[in-house]
């Protein structure tokens, strides 16, 4: 497939080892890769805090720049912005241009498992991993089945992981309970983001993994924030990074 790369400013800017992992792993299993210019913030973080105007002439440059890409897939490793980007386009632009790009917008771990699945891995990953089941993911994404819903169970992430050799999953106590930062929530209410995330860290350093994995890099720049301060035996990695990994 032909699929244009969503580089959402907070990867680009803080986490870019998550963007060169997803452009890897996508041209390994064959795909066409491209990364229109132009790109920008989601306009999450105006959204967050009520900055409308500001979040409308954002919004509106990112829709820009995948407006008229020919291209299969739009591809974003960052659930959350995906979200945010989803949402703002809807909300500032109706014309069926802007419809389009919604179309084909896709997280990275819901594209690998319900449009172009891993045909299978080529080098085994034997390590422990603490699953990070980030909100906007599982509640909004449907990435997998948040505790508070009733009915079947399923989970993408643990599905698209758990083909690995020698990859052991776990998850800590309160598996998708928040870890604490939220966007503009980590500014607002930073004691009570902090704690948070302490309790997370903690919670995924006690299940004896190596690695907390997640699909969503601002939660995982939070939690690494918590392991580093704790000084805890644990590392985060974007699923982006495993995959890439063992391919």
Avoid: W
């Avoid at 210019?37 to 900055?51: E, F, L, R, V």
């Avoid at 594209?111 to 909004?140: E, N, V, Y």
């Amino acid at each position: 497939m032909k699929i244009a790369l969503f580089i959402p400013c907070l990867v680009n800017q803080m986490m870019p080892e998550v963007a060169i992992a997803t452009l890897e792993l996508l041209e390994k299993l064959g795909h066409q890769v491209i990364l229109p210019a132009g790109q920008t913030c989601c306009g999450q973080p105006m959204t967050n805090s009520g900055c409308f105007d500001a979040a409308r002439s954002t919004t509106r440059k990112l829709l820009n720049a995948f407006k008229g890409v020919e291209c299969d897939a739009i591809v974003c490793p960052a659930a959350s912005c995906l979200v945010a980007a989803k949402e703002n386009f809807h909300e500032f632009d109706s014309s069926p241009e802007a419809q389009a790009v919604i179309n084909k917008l896709y997280e990275l771990t819901e594209f690998l498992h319900d449009i172009a699945p891993i045909p299978a891995f080529t080098k085994p990953f034997a390590h422990k991993i603490s699953l990070q089941l980030s909100c906007h993911g599982i509640r909004m994404l449907n990435l997998a089945t948040p505790s508070e819903q009733m009915g079947p169970r399923f989970n993408k992430v643990e599905a698209v992981l758990a083909n690995i050799d020698g990859i052991d999953i776990v998850y800590p106590d309160r598996r998708d309970e928040c870890c604490g930062f939220g966007g503009t929530f980590a500014v607002d209410e930073g004691a009570v983001s902090a704690k948070m995330g302490k309790d997370k860290a903690q919670a995924h350093a006690a299940t004896g993994a190596e690695y907390v994995v997640g699909f969503d890099p601002s939660c995982l720049l939070h939690l690494d924030g918590m392991i580093r301060k704790q000084q805890l035996p644990i590392e985060t990695r974007h699923i982006a990074q495993v995959l890439n990994a063992a391919l």
